[in-house]
């Protein structure tokens, strides 16, 4: 992971480029959180971190983030709540 670009408060995507940023209602770039999580000031994704973990992990397996589904699994469920979206 790049750990120098900002990562997304929802499902942890590094954002490296100005058009990963998600956007504000208007119009405006969303320093949070990335362009498939929030677009025009609202979540795309409004299920249970869990939710978002099961959906996080084929995209990380196929960056190479982790080595296996496990691995991925268990390491956002210690990461994610960390991140503002999931935050208490
Ligand atoms: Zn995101």
Redesign the pocket.
């Known amino acids: 992971m790049m750990m120098n670009a900002p990562i ?1 408060q ?2 942890a ?1 590094p954002m490296t480029e100005d058009s990963l940023f998600g956007t504000n209602k208007d119009g405006s770039k969303n320093e949070d ?2 362009a ?2 929030f677009k025009g000031g609202e979540f795309t994704f409004d299920g249970t971190m869990d939710e978002m973990i099961e959906f996080c992990v084929q995209p990380c397996l196929d960056n190479g983030v982790y080595p296996d589904a496990d691995t991925a699994r268990k390491s956002m469920k210690e990461f994610f709540p960390s991140l503002k979206r999931w935050k208490g």
């Open positions: 997304c929802c499902c995507m959180y990335c498939y999580c």
